[in-house]
């Protein structure tokens, strides 16, 4: 459930502007273990960390790279050219970068690669598989492990600095959504950033803006979901601290950089063009009757007792 901390855009803070309360209502662009941000615009937060739909679109894009139209061979296997557009050309004994004085790229070997440092293709090797051992074998620190089961030896599968195991989710938690006027449920998940699965760096979470080491801040917890093809992430007052739930949307063929429609509201959200909507969350601990209509009661995100409700369920 990693979230990027390196985009200061002004359009991830609400009403887009740095420094609004509460500084933890903040949209984070990179979102998963890949950090999907433009691929597929259309998935909000919680699809994205879900190792099964951003893991398989990421594994869909490997795919075309791996068995692409203009395929080469490469060390291990064939690979799609576009593997060749991050390198790093070699360098002569004054440390100054062998080039073809036409062109003034790196060479070309007799296999029509690229000379040089193969960039793309070895840091994904890195990063996925890990560090090289002594043996040749790939494994190490940097492993990133994808599960979708609890692996059957758990040391397999556990982030290098902490206990917990991977799950297909993420660490996002489920819900269900309706808005106030209307009955249709619809589902939404809880991005629970204060329970985070796995290593998450929450250090200096309202974000520092100057200096050599900045950083967004690091998002309360929100609820995420797509209604009405817009990607939502509300950020209720009762996590995030201050007096206003604030709710953002993107259309989902934008990009939340290139939007510049007025995308953050206070409290509601007008879906329909008519009355201003309350966002209503399903709380499946407390039962109210056995009408499958009503059976459970249904808490606003912008009360005082949502948090609390969320606990109940979510601990």
């Given at each position: 459930?990693?979230?990027?901390?390196?985009?200061?855009?002004?359009?991830?803070?609400?009403?887009?502007?740095?420094?609004?309360?509460?500084?933890?209502?903040?949209?984070?662009?990179?979102?998963?273990?890949?950090?999907?941000?433009?691929?597929?615009?259309?998935?909000?937060?919680?699809?994205?960390?879900?190792?099964?739909?951003?893991?398989?679109?990421?594994?869909?894009?490997?795919?075309?790279?791996?068995?692409?139209?203009?395929?080469?061979?490469?060390?291990?296997?064939?690979?799609?050219?576009?593997?060749?557009?991050?390198?790093?050309?070699?360098?002569?004994?004054?440390?100054?970068?062998?080039?073809?004085?036409?062109?003034?790229?790196?060479?070309?070997?007799?296999?029509?690669?690229?000379?040089?440092?193969?960039?793309?293709?070895?840091?994904?090797?890195?990063?996925?598989?890990?560090?090289?051992?002594?043996?040749?074998?790939?494994?190490?620190?940097?492993?990133?492990?994808?599960?979708?089961?609890?692996?059957?030896?758990?040391?397999?599968?556990?982030?290098?600095?902490?206990?917990?195991?991977?799950?297909?989710?993420?660490?996002?938690?489920?819900?269900?959504?309706?808005?106030?006027?209307?009955?249709?449920?619809?589902?939404?998940?809880?991005?629970?950033?204060?329970?985070?699965?796995?290593?998450?760096?929450?250090?200096?979470?309202?974000?520092?803006?100057?200096?050599?080491?900045?950083?967004?801040?690091?998002?309360?917890?929100?609820?995420?979901?797509?209604?009405?093809?817009?990607?939502?992430?509300?950020?209720?007052?009762?996590?995030?601290?201050?007096?206003?739930?604030?709710?953002?949307?993107v259309p989902v063929d934008k990009l939340v950089r290139g939007y510049s429609g007025t995308s953050w509201h206070e409290d509601d959200y007008d879906i329909d063009g008519g009355t201003d909507d309350v966002l209503r969350v399903q709380d499946?601990?407390?039962?109210?009757?056995?009408?499958p209509e009503t059976v459970y009661e249904w808490v606003d995100v912008a009360a005082s007792d949502f948090k609390t409700a969320m606990r109940r369920r979510y601990p």
């Amino acid at each position: 459930m990693s979230l990027s901390r390196k985009d200061l855009s002004d359009r991830l803070y609400p009403s887009n502007t740095p420094g609004t309360d509460p500084a933890r209502a903040f949209w984070h662009p990179g979102v998963g273990y890949w950090q999907l941000d433009h691929w597929r615009p259309d998935l909000n937060h919680a699809e994205r960390a879900d190792v099964d739909v951003g893991g398989g679109e990421v594994a869909s894009r490997l795919l075309k790279k791996y068995c692409g139209k203009k395929l080469i061979e490469f060390k291990n296997g064939l690979l799609d050219s576009a593997w060749n557009a991050c390198i790093l050309p070699p360098y002569d004994d004054d440390d100054n970068p062998i080039v073809d004085p036409k062109t003034g790229r790196p060479f070309k070997d007799d296999d029509g690669l690229y000379m040089g440092d193969h960039r793309c293709f070895e840091t994904h090797r890195e990063i996925y598989l890990g560090g090289e051992l002594d043996d040749g074998t790939y494994r190490g620190l940097e492993g990133l492990w994808v599960t979708t089961d609890t692996p059957d030896d758990p040391d397999e599968h556990k982030y290098w600095n902490n206990e917990s195991f991977v799950n297909t989710k993420g660490g996002v938690q489920p819900l269900q959504c309706r808005w106030n006027d209307s009955a249709a449920q619809f589902g939404c998940w809880l991005y629970d950033t204060d329970n985070p699965e796995g290593y998450v760096d929450n250090s200096s979470s309202s974000g520092v803006r100057t200096g050599d080491n900045r950083s967004s801040p690091y998002s309360a917890p929100f609820v995420s979901f797509t209604h009405s093809n817009k990607r939502f992430a509300v950020f209720p007052e009762s996590f995030a601290g201050g007096s206003v739930t604030w709710f953002k949307h993107v259309p989902v063929d934008k990009l939340v950089r290139g939007y510049s429609g007025t995308s953050w509201h206070e409290d509601d959200y007008d879906i329909d063009g008519g009355t201003d909507d309350v966002l209503r969350v399903q709380d499946t601990t407390r039962v109210l009757s056995t009408d499958p209509e009503t059976v459970y009661e249904w808490v606003d995100v912008a009360a005082s007792d949502f948090k609390t409700a969320m606990r109940r369920r979510y601990p």
